[in-house]
């Protein structure tokens, strides 16, 4: 699977979380919304790494508009890992949390639209089919190193399956994805 395909996928994976912890939170249920946070962090850990390891190095020179966007994204992620550290220190139920929690997904929001808008368009443009696809081998080679799940993981499960785990995890978008797009998505559990 294409890189672009499978940083899109950990983004709708993390979009669900993001919906997830809102109800969680309207409800005014601290104990879920303090897990779903720790799943977003969890999740967010492992995608700015394989970016910022992987993906924006080998983009980086492919252009001068791709170098300002890998810049400002890694400026992006410096942003959401302050976020992720400092709301980590506070119990979920301090407002200051809330606070931070919300500010991240209002960040981590618009870094992932901006990045799927603006910045794939530009990576398709620079690279080929054959480098992408090479590319999300690596994303993906990365991903086992940290211990995260891989399309591997899933692709055995079956479309059904994987629909009612994208169904149970709020994954946006999921009556339109085949079955590797569902695998790459959802969590295994």
């Not at 699977?1 to 996928?9: S, W």
């Amino acid at each position: 699977m294409d890189a672009l395909t499978l940083l899109t996928a950990d983004h709708n994976r993390v979009r669900g979380l993001f919906t997830r912890w809102k109800a969680a939170h309207e409800d005014g249920d601290t104990a879920t919304a303090g897990q779903l946070y720790k799943k977003m962090a969890e999740e967010l850990g492992v995608h700015t790494d394989i970016e910022e390891t992987v993906f924006y190095p080998a983009i980086d020179g492919a252009s001068d508009e791709l170098h300002e966007m890998v810049m400002e994204a890694l400026e992006e992620h410096k942003v959401a890992k302050a976020e992720i550290h400092e709301a980590s220190m506070l119990p979920a139920a301090d407002d200051r949390f809330v606070a931070k929690v919300t500010v991240l997904i209002e960040s981590v929001e618009h870094h992932a639209e901006e990045e799927e808008s603006e910045m794939w368009t530009a990576v398709r443009k620079a690279l080929s089919a054959e480098q992408l696809e090479e590319l999300g081998q690596a994303l993906e080679d990365r991903k086992k190193v940290l211990g995260a799940p891989t399309l591997a993981d899933k692709i055995d499960l079956t479309k059904a399956e994987l629909s009612e785990l994208a169904k149970n995890q709020e994954i946006p978008g999921r009556s339109k994805m085949d079955h590797d797009e569902l695998a790459a998505t959802v969590a295994p559990n």
